[in-house]
């Protein structure tokens, strides 16, 4: 027997994830936009928008783990695929060369695996001041480097999400290591970057959080559509006293006679603590306002604006990223990928 629809719902507005990276895209002028696909894009399913995203035009997609590949391969040729992470072990190479997916070289070790397992296409990471992955400037001249057929020679920016004196640096580095290796196109510029102008765009672009709704620059606060939704229902209603203590800790006491609902919703979908107090939930654009803890699976909301609501009545949940993320200072990155699998079925 099939198990009844969840008492959670999160709606992805393909539509809406396509628009963006559209408008993305065009942000880029001569350069193309790719879309990082990482964590089940972002924790909003790759089975939904990764065909959004190639109907929409996309041809590279760039994920962080080896694991990850087999489930876009379900929607877009594997050669599009890269993997941000690289080959770390011989058993990345040989699933690399095996599927055609594209390894992203991140240090001379990889470099050297990558070739003594056979090689072929991939990109290289030079590490121009984030000081995460990729290879130092110093390391290009490297034999190992030499030896490489790279496509998309890449740096990452640190601070791009920021009126920052790093971009401008980083994009100097950029720069000065270009002419020094070989490579057939160029990428810098994440989702922020792209706001940076013309200058960072190079070949390619690599948006991520502002494909999903986020936006990590005000410069896009009017070119990016909100993606996500979700709601959640009411599991029961009851009438509470003055005095009457509300969830954990009894942090809430109602100071007269109230109407309040137990949702289906709680820090195990990602809607965590730090949510509750002043927050509100939404039905038909009037708020009810959390009350008390956020509990693992379950929130407490005052009905006053809506008493006739019920067992099984749906309830908006405020999902706007950057609204949500200055509420809670809780970041839009974090936001989006610690949904909750329940929600993600």
């Known amino acids: 027997m099939r198990a009844p629809e969840p008492t959670l719902r999160l709606r992805v507005d ?43 035009g996309c041809d590279a997609f760039f994920v962080a ?14 050669e599009q695929i890269a993997v941000l992470h690289g080959p770390v072990r011989s058993e990345d190479v040989a699933y690399a060369r095996a599927t055609g997916a594209v390894p992203i070289i991140n ?53 791009a999400d920021e009126d ?67 709601q959640a229902a009411i599991l029961q209603t009851r009438d509470i006293e003055a005095g009457d203590a509300v969830g954990y800790n009894g942090e809430f006491t109602a100071p007269a006679k109230m109407k309040v609902a137990t949702i289906s919703l709680g820090y195990a979908d990602g809607f965590l603590r730090v949510r509750g107090a002043g927050a509100t939930l939404l039905h038909e654009g009037r708020a009810l306002p959390i009350l008390g803890k956020v509990s693992m699976d379950m929130i407490v909301a005052d009905l006053a604006n809506a008493p006739e609501l019920g067992e099984g009545d749906w309830l908006d949940v405020p999902f706007a990223l950057p609204d949500v993320a200055r509420q809670t200072s809780v970041s839009q990155y974090e936001l989006l990928t610690t949904l909750g699998p329940r929600l993600r079925r």
């Open 14 to 56: 393909a539509g809406a994830l396509a628009a963006n990276w559209r408008a993305l895209d065009a942000m880029s002028g001569d350069a193309s936009a790719g879309a990082a696909v990482k964590a089940d894009c972002y924790g909003l399913g790759v089975d939904t928008c990764v065909p959004a995203l190639r109907d929409a």
């Open 65 to 78: 783990h080896w694991s990850e590949v087999a489930a876009l391969a379900r929607h877009v040729p594997t």
């Open 107 to 159: 240090s001379l070790e990889q470099a050297r695996r990558w070739s003594e397992g056979g090689g072929g296409t991939c990109h290289l990471m030079i590490d121009t001041g984030i000081n995460r992955l990729g290879i130092a400037p110093a390391e290009i001249a490297d034999p190992a480097i030499a030896a490489l057929e790279i496509d998309v020679a890449m740096s990452h920016l640190a601070c």
């Open 164 to 230: 920052s004196a790093r971009n401008a640096a980083q994009l100097a580095r950029f720069r000065e290591c270009l002419p020094k290796v070989a490579h057939k196109r160029a990428s810098l510029a994440n989702g922020a970057g792209i706001a940076l102008g013309p200058a960072y765009h190079f070949d390619l672009t690599r948006p991520g959080l502002a494909l999903y709704g986020g936006v990590p620059r005000r410069e896009l606060s009017d070119t990016v559509r909100q993606v996500a939704h979700l």
